[in-house]
């Protein structure tokens, strides 16, 4: 089991990669068309909620006692499988969705 600064690191590099994703798609949803806007500016906010909550739990860890870890780093990977798996699937979800959007746009267009 890693250390709790590892373990805190690594869960901070997962969150700032999906706060890319969000940020990106958010980008993207300042230059679509109104329509289009309305959902991916849903989808933005569904998933700022989730971002929120993976953050609120890094913070729950980074905050907690030495003594505390040792009891929580059992279930830390867990929840940071949890995590990954829920908040991941719906980041790739929604880009994927999103991207769908876009390229059935750039089709009519075209």
Do not use: P
């Not at 933005?44 to 780093?73: H, Q, R, Y």
């Amino acid at each position: 089991m890693a250390t709790k600064e590892e373990y805190l690191a690594k869960l901070k590099t997962q969150l700032d990669s999906w706060q890319v994703e969000v940020d990106s798609l958010q980008a993207k949803a300042e230059v679509a068309t109104d329509e289009l806007k309305v959902e991916l500016d849903q989808q933005i906010a569904d998933l700022k909620v989730k971002f929120a909550e993976g953050e609120g739990k890094l913070s729950e860890l980074a905050d907690a006692t030495e003594e505390m870890w040792e009891d929580l780093k059992d279930d830390a990977e867990a929840v940071y499988g949890k995590l990954v798996a829920e908040y991941g699937d719906e980041v790739q979800e929604v880009v994927a969705s999103a991207q769908s959007l876009f390229d059935k746009v750039k089709a009519i267009f075209k």
